[in-house]
């Protein structure tokens, strides 16, 4: 496979990176398995896996040039998302200062939600039109190289994001006192706006 097939290799050191670095998705993960329990985090962690491979796979076919060719779609699509961010943001930073029990499900974001954060979000599109133009190769088998690529950054995406979702679990046993959840909470909020607008403005 790796003779036909020679930028695989490189292609999985991407994927490890683009994954385990912080960003919206990782902080979400942290912040709802901190405030939820590791199992709310598995529903986040799955919808942004599969969504973001599902996007490479996608982007495959053709279906992602729009955002190249149509700049005006980029932008609204970056500023839905931002948009997205800051009320989840707002949410996380007015949530209650006492421990939030898991049958709240009031501010958690559950599958859908972190689903739909990858396919309004420009710089996951632009990530899935780059893996598809640097690592899946021209010619018959370029198709089936993609569906390899895809897979891949559903497999390595999954322990990446499992990782924050192990540290936010990990930090719950500090957050016991109301304050320190509080705390907790506006930190988090403070992170994922700053990471939403970050984008915009970089």
């Not at 839905?80 to 200062?97: D, E, H, K, M």
């Not at 990990?170 to 970050?198: K, V």
Request: hydrophobic share 60%; glycine share 8%.
């Amino acid at each position: 496979m790796f003779s036909s097939f020679p930028t695989f290799l490189p292609f999985l050191l991407f994927a490890f990176v683009a994954a385990i670095t912080p960003g919206p998705t990782n902080i979400l993960v942290l912040s709802n398995s901190a405030r939820f329990g590791l199992v709310a985090a598995v529903p986040v962690i799955f919808g942004a896996c599969a969504s973001a491979a599902g996007l490479v796979l996608l982007v495959g076919t053709g279906a992602g040039s729009s955002l190249t060719h149509w700049p005006l779609l980029q932008t609204i699509m970056q500023w839905a998302g931002v948009t997205w961010l800051s009320y989840l943001a707002w949410q996380i930073f007015r949530a209650p200062a006492v421990a939030i029990t898991a049958q709240n499900t009031d501010t958690r974001l559950g599958v859908l939600g972190a689903a739909g954060l990858q396919w309004i979000n420009p710089k996951t599109w632009m990530m899935a039109l780059a893996v598809v133009s640097v690592f899946a190769g021209v010619g018959e088998d370029r198709l089936l190289h993609v569906m390899y690529l895809s897979l891949a950054f559903f497999l390595i995406s999954l322990p990446c994001m499992s990782v924050w979702a192990l540290l936010g679990a990990g930090s719950s046993r500090w957050l016991r006192s109301p304050h320190a959840m509080q705390r907790f909470n506006r930190c988090m909020a403070l992170l994922l706006l700053g990471s939403a607008w970050l984008s915009v403005l970089a």
